[in-house]
Each structure stands twice: as structure tokens, then as C-alpha cells.
């Protein structure tokens, strides 16, 4: 084994220089290459007792062509279709039923499969991945049904999304010859005339140890970790060399525009996209800035002129994405349908902004905020090992991890003619791509588009969802647990009566706060629906002492975070800084809580980007069967039935007096509660929430009103919304369920993780996906609230099998409801439960947001501190008592959405 160790600091608050010490340090990368050419990246952290595992290969659809499109994600979707040692099956169940998180995703450069275990269970994760590098049997029977699942998955991500769709059509006229042309899943015909000789020839060709790296950061000692590796991968042999070059993308020498209408498209969208070098090069890093400056948040150019001061557009954005190949600089807006003929004016202002930068540059005030805004994302954004261990694999993929801290130095080093330069360099108008996304009704001059760029999901990258053999004995939990929480949670009341629940950490030099004001079931939001969602929105939009400009301004640069919501049962607000800007955190977040300005300039606005937000809702399948389910199982009169933010039609009817009325009422220290998170003492902490929030009072603090218990839905409803324009039928089944807290809710975790708590391991996920092939995704989940709850199974498929799909799904309810589950179940539940609870708590910030949703749910400080003794004391028959309780065939809501008519799912009246 060849071993190369190079020590750095990932830790970005230490700000220290490398040194190599004869042991690694918290925080440090070793670099370690084996001598088939595997390169391991190890990393200790020692925060919790998890460690976080990625193998990542080298190869994406970037390595396919013309016929083979999509061959790269198929072959990871068969990597856990097993190996002669783990058949079918057995991976997934493996890693699940060992409290483990796993995933794979493929993207154009990039296929990673990445496992995150309990300390004591990484060897199974090591053995799988060693075992598939090299055995995995691709078995063509599997295949044919793996396709149809991957078609579903087409389905749900592209033709059936047409924020997807558009995505894919974007590409494709923006690059002519790179890869990046074409989608990463593939086109349909390519995916359907995959055999298995394709497939099976191009795992042995990209899945080598040379062509991988294989990333470990987490609660272990180096040596030892090394050790298992060797074990485990020394003995694979090393493949050819593996050829990374592709066609590259020459000159944009025309404009390219590509127009979609659909009648599901329910706002109006435009992007715009510039080519940009790969990964690596000089120009990369004042590009970026040159970006975030244009389009990235609040405080960017293009946010200030189309959404504060001219109200055209309800949503902008640009982001520039970097890869092994050159890609693009995105511009992208959304705005309702209304304003749609101010689209040509709109990229009038786009490119009048651009070219102001291009002439007259930025100022050392934008240039130095922005650099300050990635500084402190950095250090939020690397706390997780996740994050540290994600991060470089994908560095190393692409370039080099090591060229992490270059990037770095290199935003810091960006001057004002760097942005200056690049900005004419790369960016003109005719030179661009251009494309709408347009209601169908639109007339066929008017032009709008909606961008996938600011959604949570990146159509780039698609994950699954989710030779030695480790044995695990079935009745053994010997998981981790986390240390205990409640004696870190320390108990104070501001001068005013407010109570704070505090935690002291020492990790990182931050201050968070999170808190909550009770409303309790307000008679106003029944009266005018949407108006306390509507007023929390409006916190965020200045105050009657700072103008919103302004209070974005100074967040972007010092920075912090301050940020109001309101719900159904209270309004929650949070906020985060280093410590160090603590006080400029609590002065202008008590502002902003406390003096709102309520500007009617300003309601407009808001009032535009909530519409924009229900109608683009509006137009997906899945929206209109969650709706149903919530209306029908609540009751659409009960709070938890009703539409949190009301509807369009309410929305427009709410005024700035209205706002202020409701603010003035039930905003109210005396309903207020906080917890904090801080590297000061208690004394220190309350003696800076003193110097604002202790002063707040309210001389008529509201009586609330009670919530009543929603009633159990009894009978069955069953309903279609037919959308023929559709690709796939979003399909739901759902009944009541108990409250947060209730002594059922144990036994209800345990019952639900069995029945559907994983596409691919749970008795609904292997019926449905593994076994049927019907669908991408399949599962079970609860909501639960003060006073109710309930449960729904959710999936989406082709039509033709819609009503199989569902029949599948009250067939496994069924059958968990007639008889026990078995001892193996049941123990292998119970030990993902309980090994994943050092997961839940792993940051400093994974600790306040659980101290909050205690503090908020009404429930003990040793709630999470005692969970795993509940979960091991649910028995088989508590499991079969709340199956058949809850979970009954005869009081259930059965939904769906799509190209369906109401006839195909009358048979389950």
C-alpha cells in the first residue's frame, strides 16, 4: 500500500496553516492511494459516532453518446441489484437494518454511492462497496424491470415536470456537442433499448479502483480505518486506463431561443444562459462574484430593480455552476401571468444591468459584501460530515481536492476589474441562449419561462433513491446511542418573563436563536384566510425605523440572519451569526420582530410572489391529491384542513391594516418563547437577549383560542382530478392518526418504517418497486400536529397502472394488519431507530433545532433522551394493535392525479 499523507485544516474557523504531524488532526484530510490505484481521502472528526462513506467514480453521462444516453445512471441503479454475495435485495435492507443512510446519484462527471453508518457499522458499508466494484452481476431479467423503473423515474422528474422539461430543452439547444447536451437520465428510446451487454461493458470499464476515490470522514482513528480499507479493496485488480475526453463545446457564435407551452404551467418563466469555463479556470472565481452581485439574493442588482423597485418579476435569480466541462451562467425569473407582456422588458433591464457592470464595474462595498456572504456560508456549510466528505469527492472528481483552498483564495483575491473584465469577456446578447416557459393559453408573442435554477431539486443529478460477507445477527441492537441532551439544556427567563432554553457549545463561535409565538386557532385567519401567513411574510420587509433595503444590506454584509414565518398554530422565527456580530443578530432581529414597517409598496410584492407560488403549486398533480387528502381527513373548515396561505383570491383581499391588526395583537412577549445556541455562557447570553428582547411587553396579551381535535375520518372517499396533460398519475391513500406525543406514536414509527419507509427495503418498496417495477418512489409518512394527525402512502406512476399501484399498497396494509411482524423486522426497525439518533444530533445546530421542536411540541427535555428506551419497549402486538387501528382499508382517503379518469378508481368505493 502506498501512502501519501498531506494534512489541511477543512475546518474553515481554524484559519490555520498545514503541518504534517505524525497523527492526523480533527478536521485534516489524508490522502492515501493503494496500489491498484484507489485513492482514499480520510478525515476524523470526532463530533458524533458516525462516520460518512462515498465511493465516487469518475464517470457520468459525459462518458455515453449518441444512442447510449442515460447508460451511466442505469448502471448505478443496478449496483444495488447485488452481487453473488449479496443478492437482490440484500443491500439496501442491509445497510437500513444497520441504522445506516445511503443514496447514489449520477450526474454528468460524477457517480457516487455514499453510506453514513454508526461508527461500529462501517464495515458494512466498505464490504458492499468493495463487493459491487467488482462482482455485481447485472442480471438481465432485473434489468427489464429496472428500466420500467427508471422510465417512472423519466416520468416524474421530466415529462411529467415542467420545470424539468424545460431544463432538458434548455440544454439541449444551449450545448450543440458537449455532453452536456444531452440529459443525464437519458433520453426515453436510449433507456428502453438498453441491454444488458451495454450495461455490464460499461461498469467494467469505468468501475475500477483507479478510476474511483473512496471518501471516509467521521469518528475514527486513521490507521485503523486504513486498515479496513486495505482489507477490503487491496485485493481488487486495477482496470485500464479510463479516457476522460469528450467533445468540447466550440464558440457560441448565434442567439438560440427555445419557447414550451403547457397548459399545467400556470406562471410565466424566462431564462437566460451564457457559456462559462470548467472547473479550474482562472476567470471562474470573479465570475462568481460577478453573479452573486447580479442575481444572488435580495441584495443583488437584478433582485433591487425587477422585484423592490419596479415589481415585475416575483422571483429572480442567477447562479453559475462549475464542472469537469465547461457550463453556463443562468439568469432566471418567474412572474405571474398577468405581467406577462412586460417579459421584453424585463430582458431589456437584465441586459441593461449587465452591461452597467460591463461600463462603469461594481463598488468596494458590493465586492467586500460578497465576499463576506461565501465566507460565512462556508463555515454553515461545513459542519456536517456529509457536507466535508461530498465536498471532496466532488473536488477530487472534478480537479483536485486539494484545489479547494486555491478556489478559495482565489474569491478572496477578485478585484474590482477582475468582475469588470470577465463580465464583457463572457457575457453579451448575442452570444446567449434563451428560453420561456409559457402558460398554453399565452398568446404567441409573449414570452416567459420558469427556471429549474432556485428549486430544491437539481435535474442534473439523480440519485437512487435511496467479495466478503459481514454478518449481522438479527436480535443484536449494538448501535451507538448519542449522549444524553436534556443536561445540556439550560433554563433562564429574560427580565420581561420570556423563558430561554439554552445550549452551550464551544465547536464554532456562533449565535443562533429560534423561537416561537404562540397563536393558538385565531378567529381572524379563519375570517380572512391566509393573514397570518401573509403578516409573517411582511416581518421580513423592513421595519418603521430601517428600511427592508437597508436591513438586507447589512444581513448580506456583516452577515447574520434573521427570518419570521407564520404557521397554523404560532409564528417561528430564527436567526444565526458568528458570535462576534451577536449584538447587530438580536438588535435588528428584535427590530424586525417588533417594529415592522408594513409598506402597502411592499404588500404588493409579497402578495405577487405568494400568488406566483400557489399558482406554480397549482399546476402539479401532486399538489391537488395533498390538498384533497388534507381537506377530506381534517375537514376543510378545521385549521389543519385549511390552506395555510389562504388562496388567491384571499390573499388579494388583505390589507396593510389588516397585517398590522393582527400583528399588533398577537405578537406578544407573553406567548414568546427562545432557544439559543451559543459559544457564551448563560450569563453572557442573557444579559445580550435583555438588552432588547427583555424590554419587549405588551400590555393585552390575547386569551387564545383552543384547537379542537379534528374528527377520525370515517368511510372512504375516493377522487380523480383528471390532468390529461400529464405523464404520470400522482396517487395517494391517507387515514387519521394521533397528535405529537401520544403513547402510540412509538409503535406508529416502528409500523410505518416497515410498511413504507423506504423505496427499496420496506415491504411496500420491494412489492411495488423492486418486485412490479410500477414506480421511482413509494412510501409512508405521518404528519402530526397539537391536536391531530395523519398518514398517507404516496407514489406516482404511469396510468395504465394506477389503480395496480394502489391495490399493491392496501394489499401490504392489509397484510400487515392480519397478522404480527416478524422477530426480524421488528429488531431491524428498532435498530435503525435507534443507531440513527447520533445522526439527528450531530451539529451544534441539529442540537438547537431539536431543543426547539421539544420546546414547541409541548414535550419533556428528555423527550430524545428517552426514545430509545420507547422504541425497544414496542412489542410485535403493539405494532399490529396501532395497524389495525390506525391504518384501517375501510376509513381511508384514496386520491389520484393525472391522465386518469374518476372510473378507474371507482372500484375502490
Known sequence: MIVRKLFKHLLPLMFLTAVVFAQPQQGEVVETILDNGLKVLSVEMHNAPIIYSQLAYKVGSRNEGVGSTGIAHITEHMMFKGTPTYPKGVISKLIKDNAGVFNAFTSNDITAYFEQMPKNKIDIALAIESDRMYNCVIDAVELEKELDVIMEERRMRTENNPSGIFSEEFNAIAFKCSPNHWPVIGWMDDIKNTSREDVFNFYRSYYTPNNATLVLVGDFETDEMLKKVEHYFGDIPAGPDVAQSVTSEPLQE????????????????????????????????????????????????????????????????????????????????????????????????????????????????????????????????????????????????????????????QQKSVTLEDVKRVAKEYINQEHVTIGYLLPKSTADSATVSFSTIDSAEDHSTFYYNSGEVVSVEDNEIDVIKPKPIAPRIQQARLTNGIPVYFVHDKTVPIFSVRGFIRTGNCPEDLEKPGLGALTGRMMNRGTQTFSNEYLKERMDFVPFSFSVSGGVEDVTFSGSALTDYADSLLFYGFEILTNPAFNPDDLEIVRDQMIAILRRAEGGAGWKTSRFLFETIYGETHPYGRLITGGEEFLRKLTVDDLRAFHQKYYCPQHTVLCVLSDLTLEETIEKLNAGFGKWSHADPPELAKFAAPKKFKGRAIKVFPMPEKKQADVRIGGTLVPHGHADTDAIDVAVHILGGSSLSSRMGVNIRDEQGLAYNVSVRTRQRQKGGLWFMQSATKSETASQLLKSAIHEIENMRKEKVTDKELIAAKRYFIGTLPMVIETPGDILMLVFDMVNHGMPLDYFDNYADRVMAVTKEDVLRVMRYYFDPRNIVVVGAGPIEQSELDQFK
Open 254 to 409: 448565434s442567439k438560440r431561443v427555445v419557447t414550451i407551452k403547457r397548459s399545467d404551467v400556470k406562471t410565466a418563466s424566462m431564462q437566460i444562459g451564457w457559456h462559462t469555463p470548467a472547473i479550474g479556470h482562472p476567470d471562474n472565481a470573479a465570475l462568481r462574484v460577478f453573479t452573486k452581485i447580479l442575481g444572488g439574493g435580495s441584495t443583488s442588482r437584478l433582485y433591487k430593480r425587477l422585484v423592490t423597485d419596479e415589481n415585475m418579476v416575483t422571483r429572480v435569480s442567477a447562479r453559475i455552476r462549475f464542472a469537469k466541462d465547461p457550463w453556463q451562467i443562468v439568469v432566471s425569473i418567474e412572474t405571474n401571468h398577468e405581467k406577462i407582456e412586460q417579459l421584453p422588458r424585463v430582458k431589456e433591464i437584465i441586459f441593461e444591468e449587465i452591461h452597467k457592470i460591463q461600463q462603469q464595474g461594481i463598488t468596494v462595498y458590493e465586492l467586500q459584501k460578497t465576499k463576506n456572504r461565501l465566507e460565512y456560508n462556508e463555515i454553515f456549510e461545513n459542519m456536517k460530515v456529509s457536507s466535508i466528505g461530498g465536498r471532496l469527492a466532488r473536488y477530487e472528481t472534478y480537479l483536485s481536492w486539494k484545489f479547494y483552498d486555491e478556489w478559495k483564495q
